[in-house]
């Protein structure tokens, strides 16, 4: 039994665990006054945290540390002066479709999401260079002050010169990897719902290491599983000693006391077998009523042991004795143990229907029916196992899938999409996002799209890709791929193609999702003077009446806003001529958007008369002074729940 606290609440733990919710990584443990190890907070992290600036403190603890570690906590927390650029030319369905593909580097995008998508996405998937000694991996920038930052960020936007070679014989080989891990991961946490959940997929190289920094990032407690999966059964005759078949997918929750963080799967094979009843509601099994764990007894669950009465003719349950429901059935094992049922009164009065009566050796027992397939149509689930041997999640189903779409193996080791859609199956539920932000071909985009395809969910994805370049000596190239980017685009339009082909016949194949709108990561659409005003002088300062980049698109500007405004990136957006004037409307009126010159007081109130949720005009597109002055008045007056804003 529980025993009384008989203490007021210890506030100096409560508060630890408030910071360890915002602040997980900054949990430790040290020794207190008794020399026990007690849970603990690492200010100088907390510090790290508060601070625009590397904060040093060598200090034992228990901790994995590695020199850089402060610096990629300071790259994650780093404002850039970047933006996302839409490129139709390259999407699919530009204004409808809720998918979207990031070009770029994806601490980046991860940075440029964080408004928008804080606590938006379901489930992440990620297989990032397993650093293998031969892998590249992204150069961050973090040593510098803000302003350089900024200044920096806007000049560099070529991708050749930051990605480099880590190689056993880099002092730094690991160090660098968990810095380039390490400060993405924190980012991709903020994104995930309270349910959500990450698979990421690693090998030996550094699946020791991973799971550390996934305990500090995603706390101890949210651990899910290390799943092996068997994806080279034939094993790599080039390893040592042993020849090693399977990788890991290692799992965490964002808070695993969310029961949905992950689903059960669908019974399949065997495990159907067991459904070998049928009745008018279809097929069930029979599970006994009684609880078989003798913890459960008349003592610890007193509301849990009583009667029930069998009808002798039907073998229908009572909970009275009545009528012809005459036998007394106690939840007693058969040589007289008291245990107790599963099901208290109130739930066998209302759902009684389901349980039945058998006669074995002479005893009435009582079992109650488990259908495969429920009222709502949901088919039984059972947990998902940690170890996963299906033939179609091999790599070989990966190459296959690659090589059936795009004519060849132009990417190395692509995971399978089986392998993909097992996960999200796991992972998600009928509208939820997808975030995977080491895309490499995309595998994760098709498996959405087939899986909308095949079941009728919803499911959007998000997928993040930095325009590698592909080696002139490789396949891709000589396919015509230039980088793996194309690669990726390319391979997500023929699924959404083929998808359609083979659905041809079906009348909701056009309802279908299966488009993507490309956005590519660029330097702000904002002058240098924006962001650094001290360092221009006051007659240069004059001259700048436009602080907006001159290549700059309406479109480009509309998606910096969306950004900004923290508005969903996937919105529908329409377009429509007012007083000859572009004005983007998306998602109805949720935001109307006019970065045309030579506003004038009648547009405004044309504008108003749309009632719109949020409105944005150009700061130089004003026709003169008293226009901008009036904009906020002739809102007010026509539409005063609108928000206004410029640029
Ligand atoms: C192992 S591959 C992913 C393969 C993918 N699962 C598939 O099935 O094709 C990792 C990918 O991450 C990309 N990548 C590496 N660093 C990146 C970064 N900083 N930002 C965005 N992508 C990056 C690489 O270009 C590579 O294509």
Redesign the pocket.
């Known amino acids: 039994m529980d025993k009384l606290k008989m203490h007021s609440p210890n506030l100096a733990e409560g508060n630890i665990d408030k910071l360890a919710a915002l602040f997980p990584n900054c949990i430790t443990e040290a020794r207190d006054a008794a020399g026990e190890l007690k849970k603990a907070i690492d200010f100088d992290l907390l510090r790290q945290e508060l601070s625009a600036s590397v904060v040093e403190g060598p200090q034992e603890r228990y901790q994995l540390n590695w020199p850089g570690k402060r610096e990629a906590l300071l790259a994650a927390n780093a404002p850039i002066a970047k933006t996302l650029r839409p490129c139709r030319e390259e999407s699919v369905d530009f204004d409808t479709t809720q998918n979207l593909f990031i070009e770029?580097?994806?601490?980046?995008?991860l940075k440029l999401l964080q408004e928008t998508y804080l606590n938006k996405v379901k489930m992440i998937?990620?297989?990032?260079?397993?650093n293998t000694g031969s892998d590249?991996?992204?150069e961050?920038d973090f040593a510098e002050s803000l302003e350089m930052y900024f200044e920096h960020s806007n000049q560099r936007n070529e991708f050749g010169d930051r990605?480099v070679a880590n190689t056993e014989s880099n002092g730094r080989f690991h160090s660098d990897w968990l810095s380039?891990m390490c400060s993405?991961l924190r980012l991709a946490r903020n994104l995930m719902r309270d349910d959500g959940v990450i698979f990421i997929?690693i090998d030996d190289n550094e699946s020791h290491n991973l799971k550390k920094i996934c305990d500090e990032i995603f706390g101890e407690k949210n651990f899910i599983a290390q799943l092996a999966v068997q994806l080279n059964p034939r094993g790599r005759h080039l390893d040592r000693f042993i020849a090693k078949t399977h990788e890991s997918i290692l799992i965490f929750g964002k808070n695993c006391e969310n029961v949905n963080t992950v689903f059960g799967v669908e019974k399949e094979g065997r495990m159907v077998d067991d459904y070998n009843r049928e009745d008018q509601n279809g097929k069930y099994r029979l599970l006994g009523l009684r609880n078989r764990n003798q913890a459960f007894n008349p003592d610890t669950r007193p509301n849990l042991y009583y009667p029930l009465y069998v009808s002798h003719k039907s073998g229908k349950i009572s909970v009275r004795r009545e009528d012809d429901y005459l036998d007394e059935v106690w939840p007693d094992t058969p040589d007289g143990v008291k245990t107790c049922w599963t099901w208290g009164r109130d739930k066998v009065t209302k759902e009684g229907h389901l349980l039945c009566g058998e006669k074995t050796g002479g005893e009435w027992r009582i079992y109650r029916k488990d259908y495969l397939v429920s009222e709502d149509g949901t088919v039984a689930k059972t947990l998902i196992k940690s170890l996963w041997t299906d033939k179609e999640i091999s790599n070989d189903y990966?190459r296959k899938s690659?090589k059936d779409l795009l004519g060849a193996a132009v990417?190395?080791?692509?995971?399978?999409p089986e392998l993909?859609k097992k996960l999200i199956r796991a992972g998600t539920s009928i509208d939820d996002i997808v975030l995977?932000?080491?895309?490499?071909?995309?595998?994760?985009a098709q498996a959405v799209i087939d899986l909308n395809a095949e079941n009728g969910s919803r499911l959007k994805f998000i997928m993040?890709?930095?325009p590698?370049q592909c080696d002139e000596k490789s396949e891709a190239f000589k396919y015509g791929y230039k980088t793996?980017?194309e690669i990726?685009k390319e391979r997500i339009r023929r699924a959404g193609q083929k998808i359609k082909k083979e659905n041809s016949s079906k009348t909701d194949v056009e309802k279908l999702d299966l488009g993507f709108r490309v956005l590519k990561i660029d330097t702000s659409n904002m002058k240098e003077v924006y962001y650094t005003p001290d360092t221009v002088s006051q007659d240069l300062l004059s001259d700048q009446v436009d602080n907006i980049r001159e290549d700059r698109t309406a479109e480009d500007l509309l998606f910096q806003v969306l950004l900004d405004w923290g508005v969903d990136l996937a919105l529908p957006i329409s377009q429509q001529v007012i007083a000859g004037k572009t004005v983007f409307f998306v998602d109805g009126n949720a935001l109307v958007a006019c970065f045309d010159t030579g506003i004038d007081e009648d547009f405004v109130k044309q504008l108003a008369g749309h009632k719109p949720l949020r409105v944005v005009f150009r700061d130089a597109g004003f026709a003169n002074d008293s226009v901008k002055i009036n904009v906020e008045q002739v809102f007010k007056l026509l539409s005063p729940a609108t928000e206004i804003k410029t640029l």
């Open positions: 770029g580097d994806n601490l980046e995008a998937y990620i297989d990032p260079p397993y590249f991996i992204y961050d990605l380039m993405r997929s990966g690659v990417m190395d080791f692509p995971k399978s993909l995977d932000f080491f895309s490499g071909s995309a595998t994760t993040v890709q930095l590698e793996i980017s990726s």
